[in-house]
């Protein structure tokens, strides 16, 4: 349908008056050929959202929860995470048997990214993450940190709820580029055995990357553990970050513990 004809549809009056427009600048006539207005319309974007009940609201949810002292409010639970997963994205062949885990929003710039799952019953897998959006980062709490500021990065979504402007890393495939510019400081978990943390750890410290050298006066493993047995833990990583040589001095020291 040509515009004329659209608009003639659409308003009568206002038709008349763009006739007369047109007869007045001399754009009438069968050979002359009145170019269409072009028409742009942005396709409208929808912000996924989680359609489950928050992690307070089922007991088992809650009370493993709160026995870690985390907040339920923030996360959110399902009976079957697979079955969930698939509604958005088809991960799983099969939803059987149930498989309820308390689950973790990812968000970037707004929108929903992902999500991680963490079983609440006995599963060679405590944690599952699948991403909506393949190209965003696989971390958690993205759209809460303030970038002016130091950006702690730490191992799991639960231990970055502990610590003041954190994300956490959703694998050990996250990539922090998002937030380069940032003074960034990596917080890894307090396993000197542990040769996959040690490399890391090693690979920060060759880089002239901030990282936290737990004092040898700590027996716990992460963060999570270390509030549940009374410590202060912001105050411990503050004051035990470490760069280059001194990063390499203590590093050496706590491989040793």
């Excluded at 038709?15 to 742009?40: D, I, M």
């Excluded at 309820?100 to 710039?109: G, K, Q, T």
């Excluded at 702690?152 to 970055?160: A, K, L, M």
């Excluded at 490399?199 to 006066?217: F, H």
Aim: with cysteine.
């Amino acid at each position: 349908m040509s515009f004329n004809n659209f608009l003639k549809k659409l308003d009568g009056q206002l038709h008349k008056q763009y006739t007369l427009e047109k007869f007045k600048e001399g754009h009438t006539g069968k050979n002359y050929v009145a170019s269409e207005p072009e028409f742009k319309f942005e396709a409208p974007k929808f912000k996924q959202k989680i359609d489950l009940p928050k992690a307070l609201e089922n007991e088992a949810a809650y009370e493993y929860l709160k026995s870690r002292k985390l907040d339920p409010n923030k996360f959110y639970y399902a009976d079957n995470f697979k079955e969930f997963c698939n509604s958005y994205k088809e991960v799983f062949s099969s939803t059987s048997p149930k498989d309820p885990r308390v689950v973790i929003p990812l968000f970037y710039n707004q929108n929903l990214i992902g999500f991680q799952g963490r079983s609440l019953v006995p599963s060679s897998v405590k944690y599952i993450t699948v991403m909506l959006d393949e190209d965003a980062p696989k971390i958690y709490g993205l759209d809460t940190i303030d970038k002016k500021l130091p950006i702690y990065v730490v191992e799991g979504p639960f231990d970055s709820t502990f610590i003041n402007n954190s994300v956490a890393l959703c694998g050990s495939d996250g990539d922090v580029r998002c937030i380069e510019g940032s003074t960034i400081v990596f917080v890894y978990d307090n396993e000197p055995r542990n040769r996959e943390i040690v490399n890391r750890i090693d690979k920060c410290i060759s880089g002239g990357e901030r990282v936290v050298i737990w004092p040898s006066g700590v027996g716990e493993k992460d963060i999570n553990d270390m509030v549940l047995a009374g410590h202060n833990v912001q105050e411990m990583i503050e004051s035990n970050t470490y760069q280059g040589l001194e990063a390499k001095l203590k590093f050496n020291l706590w491989k040793k513990i």
